[in-house]
């Protein structure tokens, strides 16, 4: 079965730190790019990161330019989501999806993972 | 940025009838537009790419059309588990989702 399954999320203070896993199965995952979207509460998607199938490649949202970090391991089959200077507009569910033609970094997302909610409070 | 709106906000329309929703860019996307349906508590689901493809396991019911800057996701005959927000998503740069249209029971 192909899925994601995120983790890492919780409660941070403000100008903390944390970071999220997408642990992926089921396919080759270094052959597909991979990116972040995420969705504040009662709120629509936002784009956060992407990054290319080979690493090699990587792009963020006006947001989080600067803050956030994409990187991936694809020996683990896991892609990450470092997270710096959190401020309470980050507070959100994230999730890992899957691009779906696999080497487009920019491109329709045809696998999500259920999610993982981050708290930026005091 | 590429910003997409959608409308209407909500529709409002009962199990068989005929749903018919639109995506506007900011500015010409070709087809690079694809469609999603978000359930309470889930993930989005990947209903159509590039405009007009169903994705993978997508019933006939659900069709999309369009292509420059005007986008339409037509929902043929609703059925009870329809109900739900639709967003819109463009690729012809770095990704951005329209506002979502809100599809409930009548």
């Known amino acids: 079965e192909v899925q994601l399954v995120e983790s890492g999320g919780g409660l941070v203070q403000p100008g903390g730190s944390l970071r999220l896993s997408c642990a992926a199965s089921?396919?080759?995952?270094?052959?597909?790019?991979m990116t972040w979207v995420r969705q504040a509460p009662g709120m629509g998607l936002e784009w956060v990161s992407a990054?290319?199938?080979?690493?090699?490649?990587?792009h963020y949202g006006d947001s989080v330019q600067g803050r956030f970090t994409v990187s991936r391991d694809n020996s683990k089959n896991t892609l990450y989501l470092q997270m710096n200077s959190l401020r309470a507009e980050d507070t959100a569910v994230y999730y890992c999806?899957?691009?779906?033609?696999?080497?487009?970094?920019?491109?329709?997302?045809?696998?999500w993972g259920q999610g993982t909610m981050v708290t930026v409070s005091s | 940025e590429i910003v997409l709106t959608q409308s209407p906000v909500t529709l409002s329309l009962s199990p068989g009838e005929r749903a018919t929703l639109s995506c506007r860019a900011s500015q010409s996307i070709s087809t690079y537009l694809a469609w999603y349906q978000q359930k309470p508590g889930q993930a989005p689901r990947l209903l159509i790419y590039d405009a007009s493809n169903r994705a993978t396991g997508i019933p006939a019911r659900f069709s999309g059309s369009g292509s420059g800057t005007d986008f339409t996701l037509t929902i043929s005959s609703l059925e009870p588990e329809d109900f739900a927000v639709y967003y819109c998503q463009q690729r012809n740069n770095w990704p951005t989702f329209g506002p979502g249209t809100k599809v409930d029971i009548k």
């Open positions: 089921g396919f080759t995952f270094s052959t597909y790019s």
């Open positions: 990054i290319r199938n080979n690493g090699g490649d990587t």
């Open positions: 999806a899957r691009g779906r033609q696999g080497h487009i970094i920019s491109d329709a997302f045809d696998i």
